[in-house]
């Protein structure tokens, strides 16, 4: 037990800033000077657990900036975060001192990481430029610019911020924080590369899928950013009857159906391209990539896949891809992280959110996502699968004849794990290939992408009828 409970927390020693970042925050015990550390739970949100540790053990309350890049010392790898005080007279926490920022030397500190890790942030900001060209989040006071900018927004709400926030995301160009108000929150969120075209497409469906979609108050162009009303539902993770999925996949279609005439000025936007000629174009050079990956693998298990498998592949995703385009379904909005967790179910209608993946294609591929996840969900059933499927396919056929409905389906269910692989980045990326859990992810791909082809190929009604 004691080494699970190890394994599932990560330590992270911490800068804190104060007074316009002039002062850092060390303890001191006979040897000398320290950072201060806390230890988190792993694989959640760092910025919010980071926040939370800070106050509950020293009562200082601060934000998160960014995490400085990994240094290693012996077998030991040693991560720091920035974070800045919101006081600018802090209280001093016990056995420690607020010292000036230039003063410290490495003599001062029982370890040199410790002075090495500032001096490296000290070099960051040395190497912004001064005319304004950096990263949004990367200069400490950040955070009092933007609170007086949502106040300031959201005053002709007659909104008041209550002084509490949630800090969720904290990189120098990424962001996910929620303000609480007087009535309700607001979100403010900004994105960095490579997920900068989730800024242009979260404003252009707000301004024509308001229905579906969060409601944009304002915006911050040269950070990316926006600032939403929280949608007042529950996430679709907490749905406790098959209501709310039925429900969520009846709105998907119905937003999908309403974006077509948009799917132009969509793909303007840059988002993931998965019509079927695009498809198309990427399976020979896919499948030529998992061939030199499955080459590479180590082990013996899992199995490689044989040349003849991959062979295989290449041809049903080709002649599905061909199969999806014989049926006409005109292109449409996509969204190809349809986690529950990116779903909120209201009585009335559903808001679909986070937008990094939206692509524009063929619509079924997005629903077979949607369906993927209800599989793993408490309430899935072979039943259940049947009716959110109708639920889906009655708004599409209200529009559009379609002949072979559950085939179509069934083959958009292989085919979008094709989609999700190649239009991910990283197999474009020679130096991120060497990587072995990359090499490894895009393998498992494969490998699901087969288990899809051959419950088609048994014939199975739907992906559940098959064992895996």
């Excluded at 037990?1 to 925050?25: C, D, G, K």
């Excluded at 912004?128 to 609170?147: K, M, T, V």
């Excluded at 989609?419 to 699901?448: E, G, I, M, T």
Aim: aromatic share 10%; charged share 20%; hydrophobic share 45%.
């Amino acid at each position: 037990m004691f080494n699970r409970a190890h394994q599932e927390t990560e330590v992270w020693r911490l800068i804190i800033l104060r007074r316009n970042a002039s002062q850092v925050l060390v303890f001191q015990n006979a040897a000398g000077f320290y950072l201060p550390s806390v230890a988190i739970p792993a694989h959640g949100r760092i910025a919010l657990a980071l926040n939370a540790q800070v106050k509950a053990l020293w009562n200082l309350d601060v934000y998160s900036l960014y995490p400085l890049p990994a240094t290693a010392s012996s077998h030991v790898t040693v991560r720091y975060h920035i974070v800045e005080a919101l006081q600018y007279e802090s209280v001093i926490p016990q056995r420690a001192q607020w010292l000036p920022i230039g003063t410290t030397t490495a003599h001062q500190f029982i370890e040199h990481q410790d002075i090495s890790a500032i001096e490296t942030w000290i070099g960051i900001l040395a190497r912004i430029d001064p005319n304004g060209h950096h990263a949004p989040f990367e200069i400490p006071g950040w955070f009092f610019d933007l609170r007086d900018w949502v106040q300031d927004t959201i005053r002709p709400l007659r909104l008041t911020l209550t002084g509490n926030f949630q800090q969720f995301n904290a990189s120098s160009s990424f962001s996910l924080m929620r303000f609480e108000t007087d009535a309700e929150a607001v979100w403010f969120k900004a994105v960095g590369h490579p997920n900068e075209r989730e800024f242009p497409l979260t404003v252009l469906l707000s301004n024509h899928l308001s229905f579906f979609t969060p409601q944009v108050l304002a915006t911050q162009p040269p950070w990316n950013a926006w600032l939403t009303l929280e949608v007042p539902g529950s996430r679709l993770t907490h749905a406790q009857s098959l209501t709310a999925w039925k429900n969520a996949a009846r709105d998907l279609a119905r937003m999908q159906l309403a974006s077509i005439d948009l799917a132009e000025t969509v793909l303007c936007g840059d988002l993931r391209d998965v019509r079927v000629a695009a498809l198309l174009a990427q399976v020979e050079p896919f499948f030529k990539c998992l061939s030199e990956l499955m080459d590479r693998q180590t082990t013996d298990n899992p199995a490689r896949l044989s040349i003849e498998d991959l062979a295989q592949l290449k041809t049903s995703a080709h002649d599905a891809l061909l199969e999806l385009r014989r049926e006409g379904v005109p292109d449409s909005l996509g969204h190809l992280d349809l986690h529950p967790e990116n779903i909120i179910a209201l009585p009335e209608r559903t808001v679909f959110l986070d937008w990094a993946e939206g692509s524009v294609g063929h619509p079924f591929l997005s629903f077979a996502h949607f369906l993927e996840h209800f599989l793993r969900s408490s309430l899935s059933s072979d039943e259940a699968q049947v009716c959110l499927t109708r639920e889906y396919a009655t708004v599409w056929e209200s529009s559009y004849s379609i002949k072979n409905l559950d085939a179509l389906l069934r083959v958009s269910t292989f085919v979008a794990v094709f989609a999700h692989a190649v239009s991910s980045d990283a197999w474009h990326d020679a130096l991120k290939l060497q990587q072995a859990p990359v090499a490894s992810y895009y393998r498992s791909l494969a490998r699901h992408m087969k288990r899809y082809r051959d419950r088609i190929r048994v014939g199975a009604s739907c992906v559940s009828a098959a064992p895996a």
